[in-house]
């Protein structure tokens, strides 16, 4: 029994290792520095993976490019300048919020200008609408619907003469 204990924790360390071989330890002398680093790989989305943020991806290239930020971070540069490298080098695709420029307009001006549009067809619906119930009905229109009314009043009373016979 106490040889069947051994072999399990012997496999349960081994299980072990590659989870701790996966953690990535930073050394930052300054907290600003280590917040900011965290700002920037919680902002940054990894381009391999389904929208997740390189701070949180196993993958490898969220490794390279945390690696990167860590890197530019002790040269002294600022969070635009990484922002702007990690742009130019996997596109626009590795920002949450993407910058308000000629190429993302259509990206940011497509839902405002989608609601206005409808905004403005409800409001030529009821217009529309509006008018129509309001008009009421033309002289040629009025006869034809007093004779169609006429003729279905006689034809019931008809009947109901008949009935009452």
Known sequence: MARVSVWLLVLLAAM???????????????PVL??????????LRCPKCQNQAIDDS???????????????????RSDKEILDFMVRRFGDYVLYNPRLEGRTLLLWGLPAA?????????????????????????????????ALVHRQGAHHDTAHHERNE
């Open 16 to 30: 072990s290792l590659p989870a701790l071989a996966a953690v990535e330890v930073r050394q930052f002398d300054d």
């Open 34 to 43: 280590e917040q900011r680093y965290r700002d920037l790989t919680a902002t």
């Open 58 to 76: 196993n993958s490898p290239i969220a490794g390279d490019m945390r690696e990167r930020v860590y890197q530019q971070l002790q040269q002294g």
């Open 114 to 146: 989608l609601v206005l549009l409808g905004i403005v067809l409800v409001i030529m619906l009821v217009r529309v609408r509006r008018d129509v119930a309001a008009r009421g009905l033309s002289e040629a229109e009025r006869t034809r619907l007093d």
